[in-house]
Each structure stands twice: as structure tokens, then as C-alpha cells.
Nanobody, 119 residues
Framework: QVQLVESGGGLVQPGGSLRLSCVAS????????MAWYRQAPEKQRELVAV???????NYADSVKDRFTITRDNAKNTVYLQMNSLKPEDTALYYC?????????????WGQGTQVTVSS
């Protein structure tokens, strides 16, 4: 069982920056792929960025060149650095841990941290 706790959300002006953190409990953090998702009001949850256990990264087109996902396995933490924020980035941001099994996967989710981009 993995528990995820996000932090770092808040209110920021357009063009500003925030860094989200997600701390995972338990062992073997290094074998999990980690991701950030977001969900805006009345919209579906969408993948923002993912970093695999071997540190391969992938981003949604809408955040490429603005957001950076990193991980620190020694601290059981994954980060999302968000720069040049736009009002459309406003959403509840969720941390996701993915354990790949032989024929399936197991997902763990945090409670979310709110990001609001507004002047």
C-alpha cells in the first residue's frame, strides 16, 4: 500500500510559478512510475506529466516547455515545477503512483492540491 500526500498548490498570478510536491509512504518508491494529473471543474481528469522508474518523462502538449516533472528517490518524492502559468492551468492536481504488474497495473492516488491561476 502506498499513501501519497501532495503539497505546494495555491493562488498565483498568470505568468507565475509553483512547485508541487508529492511524498509517498512505504518502500520501493524507486520502482513506481509517478505521474501528475489534473481536473478542472466540469472537466475530465487529464494526465499532465509522467516520470517512469528509469526517469523517462512525458508531458501533455498543453504543458510542454512550461512544466517539469522530477523525482528524488532518496526522499520518496516527485515534483512538478510549473512555470509561465496560465488561467487554464487552474485545477485540482493529483499525484499518481503506478505499480506495473505482470499483466496489469495498480494505481494509487493522493487527495489533490488546488492550483488557481488568476489575477
Amino acid at each position: 500500500q502506498v499513501q501519497l500526500v501532495e503539497s505546494g498548490g495555491g493562488l498565483v498570478q498568470p505568468g507565475g510559478s509553483l512547485r508541487l510536491s508529492c511524498v509517498a509512504s512505504g518502500n520501493a518508491f524507486n520502482i513506481y512510475d509517478m505521474a501528475w494529473y489534473r481536473q478542472a471543474p466540469e472537466k475530465q481528469r487529464e494526465l499532465v506529466a509522467v516520470i517512469t522508474s528509469d526517469r523517462t518523462t512525458n508531458y501533455a502538449d498543453s504543458v510542454k516547455d512550461r512544466f517539469t516533472i522530477t523525482r528524488d528517490n532518496a526522499k520518496n518524492t516527485v515534483y512538478l515545477q510549473m512555470n509561465s502559468l496560465k488561467p487554464e492551468d487552474t485545477a485540482l492536481y493529483y499525484c499518481n503512483a503506478i505499480r506495473k504488474l505482470v499483466f496489469s497495473r495498480k494505481d494509487y492516488w493522493g487527495q489533490g492540491t488546488q492550483v488557481t491561476v488568476s489575477s
